[in-house]
């Protein structure tokens, strides 16, 4: 920030000219476990919590995953062409890699993003997980390992802590001040720059 003698006076603490911006980092999301064994998932294939694809959901056209209300770990989500994932109470999904939550996008019929947190444990600055939403996209993210994109014109209602976030097809972020901090980052907003190409 750069300031003049006549802003000097509305700043409270200590002024430094010249100082070094403060990168904010949040706490890293752990891996969970155990894995999830299916109760409470209806819809797509999930492949159980052993086996060589233990705890992978994957989902596509047709498919609507339902998660009934609580917490699920999983290792993987791989939702496409058409797919959707519901939620119609409080859920909370833990995933461990890379993970897309795509398709026809991410349902909370409860309209309260307090309702719905997806939470990531996978580190790797790109695409470590893609949210397309749609018009009942409220929930929160934790990624703060990775990239988040956001695609297909979704609307984001709630909050988005990650490595950095990427938007396409006209997505747009709506941040609900009544979850205040985000889940385990004791970070909030600071700052917001919008860059455009």
């Known amino acids: 920030m750069s300031c003049s003698a006549s802003c000097a006076t509305q700043v409270t603490g200590t002024l430094t000219n010249g100082a070094p911006p403060v990168a904010l980092v949040p706490n890293p999301y752990p891996t969970c476990s155990p894995l999830t064994d299916g109760t409470g998932i209806s819809g797509g294939t999930?492949?159980?919590?052993?086996?060589k694809k233990a705890?992978?959901?994957?989902?596509?056209?047709?498919?609507?995953i339902v998660f009934l209300p609580g917490t699920y770990c999983l290792n993987t989500v791989t939702i496409s062409g058409g797919g959707l994932l519901t939620v119609n109470g409080p859920v909370v999904i833990m995933v461990n890699g890379q993970s897309s939550f795509g398709g026809g996008g991410v349902v909370n019929t409860t309209a309260l993003a307090s309702n719905l947190q997806i939470l990531s444990a996978y580190?790797?600055?790109k695409a470590g997980l893609t949210i397309n939403g749609g018009s009942q996209a409220y929930m929160q993210v934790y990624?703060?390992?990775?990239?988040?994109?956001?695609?297909?014109?979704?609307?984001?209602?709630?909050?988005?802590?990650a490595g950095s976030i990427s938007s396409t097809g006209g997505s747009r972020v709506h941040r609900d001040e009544a979850l205040g901090s985000p889940t385990n980052g004791g970070t909030s907003l600071s700052a917001w720059h919008e860059v455009r190409n």
């Open 143 to 161: 990624a703060p390992g990775s990239e988040v994109v956001l695609g297909g014109g979704t609307d984001f209602y709630g909050s988005l802590v």
């Open 55 to 64: 705890g992978q959901l994957v989902g596509g056209s047709g498919d609507n």
């Open 123 to 125: 580190v790797n600055p």
């Open 46 to 51: 999930y492949y159980g919590a052993t086996g």
